[in-house]
C-alpha cells in the first residue's frame, strides 16, 4: 500500500531531506521507526516532513497520491497546540489518516474542557481552576497542595517540581511563569498523590487495552514531589539520578484495575479519540482512580511505552505499526 509518512521537523529546510538515507545512517527521529516498520512490512513509504511550509507538504502529498497518511504530527512550527491543523488539512483534503480527528485533538489538548466533558460522563478527574490573567483569585473549592500547568501544552513542557505550590504567593508566581514563557493560560489543579499509571488501547468501535506501564519515583522521598516533569520524562541522567523508571505496572488491585479499565474506554469514546490513544491515570493510596489527561496519537517510537506494552501483549513492533494502519482501514471502510 502506498503509505505517506508526515511528520513536523525541527528546524525549516529539512523538507527536501532524502529521509530515507537518514535512516539507512540510523538518525534518529521517532517518525523513522514509523517509517522503518511500513518499509519491512512491505509499504510503498514516502516520508513527508515539514517546518513552516505546508504548501510543499499538500504539494507533495498531491504528487505521491497516498492511500493512507501516517499522521506522525507533534506539532508546527514546535508548537504542539497546532497539531490539530495539520490533521484538519488532511482532513478536508480528503485524505484517510491514521489517528484522531483534529477536533478530538484539539478537545483533548484542552486539559480543563477535556476535565469538564469526563466529569459529565462520571470519570473522576482532579478539580481545577484556570488563570487566564496574572490577577489571582483564591483557588475556590480546591485546596493546597496544586500544581500549575500550561493550558495547551504536552510532554511536560512548562511543568518541573516548582509546578507544585502550597500557597496564595507561590501560585500566583507559577501563574505568572506560565503567562510570561508559555504565552497562554495556566491550570491550577489540585495535586493528586498517588502511583502514576499508563494505559495504551488500540482500536476503535472494539478497543484493546495494553498491559498497564507505571512511571515509578523511588528515590523521590517526598510525595507531592512525585511527579512526571519534563526532566523526568526526557533527561537521562535526571531519571538514574533520581531512580525514575517506566516499567510494567506493579501489583493493582483489582477494583482499582476494573475503574480504571472504565474510565479509559469512557474517555477515548466521550472525547472522540481514534486507532491508538494513552490515557494517564493517578491511583491514591485509598484506591481513588483519577484520570490525569487523554492523549490521542501517543508517542509510539520503538523502545517507548506504548511500543513496548504492545510487544508484552504479543504484538511485535511490525506488527503494532500494522495494527493501527489496519484500525485506520477499517474505521473508514466502516464509514
Ligand atoms: N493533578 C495532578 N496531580 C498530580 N500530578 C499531576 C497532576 N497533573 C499533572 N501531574 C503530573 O505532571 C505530569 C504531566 O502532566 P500532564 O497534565 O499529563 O501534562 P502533559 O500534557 O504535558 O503531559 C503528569 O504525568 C503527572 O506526573
Ligand atoms: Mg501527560
Same mark, same amino acid.
Not at 300 to 324: C, P, T, V
Given at each position: ?5 508526515? $511528520? ?12 530515507? *538515507? ?21 509499504? +510503498?513509504? @514516502?516520508?513527508?516532513? $515539514? ?12 504528487? @505521491?497520491?497516498?492511500?493512507?497518511? =501516517? ?23 480528503? &485524505? ?64 518541573? *517540581? ?14 505568572? =511563569? ?5 504565552? *497562554? ?32 519515583? +523511588? ?48 474517555? =477515548? ?6 486507532? &491508538?490513544?494513552?490515557?494517564? $491515570? ?7 482512580? &483519577? ?10 517510537? $520503538? ?14 513492533? &511490525?506488527? =503494532? ?15
Amino acid at each position: 500500500m502506498k503509505i505517506a509518512v508526515v $511528520f513536523d521537523t525541527p528546524a525549516r529546510g529539512w523538507e527536501d531531506a532524502d529521509f530515507k *538515507q537518514e535512516i539507512a545512517a540510523e538518525v534518529y527521529e521517532p517518525e523513522y521507526d514509523v517509517a522503518d516498520a511500513l518499509m519491512e512490512n512491505g509499504h +510503498d513509504v @514516502f516520508l513527508i516532513g $515539514f517546518h513552516d511550509n505546508l504548501r510543499r507538504m499538500l504539494d507533495r502529498l498531491e504528487e @505521491f497520491e497516498p492511500e493512507l497518511v =501516517f499522521n506522525c504530527t507533534e506539532s508546527f512550527m514546535g508548537r504542539a497546540r497546532y497539531d490539530y491543523g495539520v490533521a484538519a488539512l488532511l482532513e478536508m483534503k480528503g &485524505y484517510r489518516y491514521t489517528g484522531s480527528s483534529p477536533e478530538a485533538l484539539l478537545l483533548a489538548r484542552d486539559k480543563a474542557t477535556s476535565k469538564k466533558i469526563l466529569s459529565y460522563h462520571g470519570v473522576r478527574v482532579p478539580r481545577f481552576q484556570v488563570y487566564d490573567s496574572d490577577r489571582i483569585e483564591p483557588p475556590s473549592g480546591i485546596a493546597f497542595p496544586l500544581i500549575v500547568k500550561p493550558m495547551h501544552e504536552d510532554a511536560s513542557v512548562g511543568i518541573s *517540581q516548582a509546578s507544585v505550590v502550597t500557597d496564595l504567593d507561590g501560585l500566583g508566581e507559577r501563574v505568572a =511563569f506560565i503567562h510570561r514563557a508559555l504565552n *497562554q493560560p495556566a491550570i491550577a489543579e489540585e495535586l493528586i498523590e498517588g502511583r502514576e499509571l499508563y494505559l495504551g488501547m488500540i482500536g476503535n468501535h472494539k478497543v484493546q487495552l495494553l498491559p498497564t506501564i507505571e512511571i515509578t519515583f +523511588d528515590r523521590i522521598e517526598e510525595p507531592s514531589l512525585r511527579i512526571a516533569t519534563y526532566s523526568a520524562k526526557w533527561d537521562l541522567d535526571y531519571r538514574q539520578r533520581w531512580g525514575i523508571k517506566n516499567i510494567f505496572a506493579r501489583r493493582l488491585g483489582a477494583e482499582a484495575r476494573k475503574e480504571m479499565e472504565r474510565a479509559a474506554h469512557i474517555a =477515548f469514546h466521550a472525547l472522540g479519540l481514534r486507532d &491508538y490513544a494513552r490515557i494517564d $491515570f493517578r491511583l491514591t493510596r485509598d484506591q481513588k482512580v &483519577y484520570l490525569l489527561e487523554a492523549n490521542p496519537n501517543p508517542f509510539i517510537a $520503538f523502545g517507548e511505552d506504548m511500543a513496548n506494552a504492545a510487544e508484552r501483549s504479543g504484538l511485535d513492533y &511490525y506488527d =503494532f505499526i500494522e495494527r493501527i494502519v489496519s484500525e485506520a482501514l477499517k474505521r473508514y471502510e466502516a464509514a
